[in-house]
T-cell receptor
């Protein structure tokens, strides 16, 4: 069953702009992860944020987590054409497996 | 560098055929997973394995079985392929701690069942 839901479903931005997408989830979690999927390929792990963390950075990526609202956001700054991909949040509830959302498709226009 | 490979990128099979999808990881990971990905539905877990010869059903195991005879290899079997099993199949692996740690994915197998 899907635990996380990304919003928006699709996003189109100009190169150089920032892209923000959100993830909401239903039950308490141990961690939340973001993955990227380029067209027709496997998923690549971007960042993991644990439930006791509020913000995390990795290069041009910034992830926030608000456990009181059961939500997370992923910000990509200064977007590039290579950032065109689908982005998925994956939550780790208290059982053994990750649960993935349906993803946000990001298109970066040159 | 971490690597998960899948036996085929594209596969076309006929209804009723037995289909084998193979996944190999070179990271000595205990956990391995099979997902299917369909538009608008995200990734859904079919089966996972936390050790050799061990397996557990995921969210959508019906019509599938798995085999893990060696630590590095996890096979997904469609006993009698049906058109509703046309999908993208993704394999992943991870360290223990359940399935909650970072998962490393293969490139995917796009299966078309005619």
């Amino acid at each position: 069953s899907q635990q996380g839901e990304e919003d928006p479903q699709a996003l189109s931005i100009q190169e150089g702009e920032n892209a923000t997408m959100n993830c909401s989830y239903k039950t308490s979690i141990n961690n939340l992860q973001w993955y990227r999927q380029n067209s027709g390929r496997g998923l690549v792990h971007l960042i993991l944020i644990r439930s006791n963390e509020r913000e995390k950075h990795s290069g041009r990526l910034r992830v926030t987590l608000d456990t009181s609202k059961k939500s997370s956001s992923l910000l990509i700054t200064a977007s590039r054409a290579a950032d065109t991909a689908s982005y998925f949040c994956a939550t780790a509830p208290n059982d053994y497996k990750l649960s993935f959302g349906a993803g946000t498709t990001v298109t970066v226009r040159a | 560098d971490v690597k998960v490979t899948q036996s085929s990128r594209y596969l076309v099979k006929r209804t009723g055929e037995k289909v084998f999808l193979e996944c190999v990881q070179d990271m000595d990971h205990e956990n391995m997973f099979w997902y299917r990905q369909d538009p608008g539905l995200g990734l859904r877990l079919i089966y996972f394995s936390y050790d050799v010869k061990m397996k557990e059903k995921g969210d959508i195991p019906e019509g599938y079985s798995v085999s893990r005879e060696k630590k590095e290899r996890f096979s997904l079997i469609l006993e009698s392929a049906s058109t509703n099993q046309t999908s993208m199949y993704l394999c992943a692996s991870s360290l223990p701690s359940g399935g909650q740690e970072t998962q490393y994915f293969g490139p995917g197998t796009r299966l078309l069942v005619l």
